[in-house]
């Protein structure tokens, strides 16, 4: 594998930044590698105890792995629900889905080895899981689509950023296109994805953003194309595993002080989440 350089500092929200804030640092290391980076900062000057998370994944250092949840997107699924312990050597991170698809609030579907929950519609973000444990984020039907090389997609409303630019729906959006917030605040948990030109990987999530914050440090932190996944208190979450001590049951960590326990994908998931792989 070649050096893996620290990505480059993204641009806090707040200025003046302060020391460190959006400098990246290794999160997961394999072979010596930073395979997967971490930078926090401020979602705005006053809600300090509340600290964002930027992750940066090395695409061709991992594979990706969609899981239905116990109760969404519904159904019965040869996938667990969760991270059994036969499936935790090699695991680096997990992270939640998206809105719900059951009940039609993701505005899309859920699609896994051959079988959709809902539909899959043309025009929504689209996260796009590949037979070789690659992923792709995009529009679907028109940069990513259905092929012999899919087994898993999981839809979830309209793009945050595309062409390396916050769309106009950010700022124009209201609850028909961004769906409810808990107690109608603007500001919530929230958590997105985004592929950059690279074609790494990059989340954000907290537990206080707006849906400009997000879409913002998503395209600062380098993704071309980025979707929205889940928000509101229970259900964002990024967790690293830290595999040092046991291999077969590494420890799990919060990337920030996300309310769900650490453990959660350990212990079954409600709601659909993707596991991510060190590759072999």
């Not at 896994?112 to 039907?141: C, K, M, P, Q």
Request: glycine share 12%; net charge neutral.
């Amino acid at each position: 594998m070649p050096p893996i350089p620290l990505h480059a500092p993204v641009q806090p929200l707040v200025s003046p930044a302060q020391a460190g804030e959006g400098v990246f640092s290794a999160l997961v290391r394999e072979k010596g590698q930073p395979v997967i980076q971490s930078a926090l900062m401020r979602p705005d000057s006053y809600d300090t105890g509340f600290p964002v998370g930027v992750v940066w994944m090395k695409q061709h250092a991992l594979r990706f792995t969609l899981h239905p949840g116990a109760l969404e997107p519904g159904g019965t699924w040869a996938v667990p629900a969760s991270i059994t312990p036969s499936e935790r050597v090699g695991l680096v991170a997990a992270y939640n889905g998206g809105f719900k698809v059951s009940n039609g609030d993701s505005h899309g579907g859920f699609y896994l080895d051959g079988r959709t929950i809902g539909y899959l519609r043309d025009g929504a973000a689209s996260e796009v899981f590949h037979r070789d444990g690659s992923l792709s984020v995009g529009v679907w039907n028109e940069d990513v689509r259905m092929g012999p090389d899919v087994v898993g997609v999981r839809q979830c409303l309209v793009p945050l950023v595309r062409d390396g630019r916050v769309t106009g729906d950010v700022y124009n959006g209201g609850t028909e296109t961004w769906g409810f917030t808990d107690g109608g605040y603007a500001a919530v948990a929230r958590s997105g994805i985004g592929v950059d030109r690279h074609g790494d990987i990059v989340y954000v999530g907290g537990r206080l953003l707006t849906v400009q914050s997000l879409a913002t440090l998503l395209q600062r932190a380098g993704a071309v194309t980025a979707m929205m996944l889940d928000i509101n208190l229970s259900w964002p979450s990024f967790i690293s595993y830290d595999a040092t001590r046991t291999p077969s049951d590494p420890v799990p960590h919060n990337l920030v002080n996300f309310v769900r326990a650490a453990t959660r994908y350990y212990d079954g998931s409600s709601r659909d989440f993707v596991a991510v792989y060190a590759r072999p």
